[in-house]
Nanobody
Framework: QVQLVESGGGLVQAGGSLRLSCAASGRSFSSYTMGWFRQAPGKEREFVAAVAWSGSSLYYAVSVKGRFTISRDNGKNTVSLQMNSLKPEDTAIYYC???????????????????WGQGTQVTVSS
């Protein structure tokens, strides 16, 4: 069992930056691929970024590549998402998720994730 708690959301102007953090409790954090997803009002949840258990493999949605950076600290059981050059279209609730590393399926597919946080709101004003 893994519990995930996100923090760091808020209101920022376009072009600004935010850093989201996700604290995980439970066993074997380093056994999980960690991902960030987001859901805007009236839209489906979409993949943002993911990092493999070792931190060596990173995955990004095309829409955020070059602006967002995902990282993890297995010693502290945390995963972070640094978001730069934010745009109004980045406004959404952002969710942290954990996927057992040995399970099948792409790290970009939300359906394959086993645990989810409660989400944190990010609002980017124009």
């Amino acid at each position: 069992q893994v519990q995930l708690v996100e923090s760091g959301g808020g209101l920022v102007q376009a072009g600004g930056s935010l850093r989201l953090s996700c604290a995980a409790s439970g066993r074997s954090f380093s056994s999980y691929t960690m991902g960030w997803f987001r859901q805007a009002p009236g839209k489906e949840r979409e993949f943002v970024a993911a990092v493999a258990w070792s931190g060596s493999s990173l995955y990004y949605a095309v829409s955020v590549k070059g602006r967002f950076t995902i990282s993890r600290d297995n010693g502290k059981n945390t995963v972070s998402l640094q978001m730069n050059s934010l745009k109004p279209e980045d406004t959404a609730i952002y969710y942290c998720a954990a996927k057992y590393s040995l399970s099948r399926g792409s790290p970009t597919a939300g359906a394959g994730y086993d645990y989810w946080g409660q989400g944190t709101q990010v609002t980017v004003s124009s």
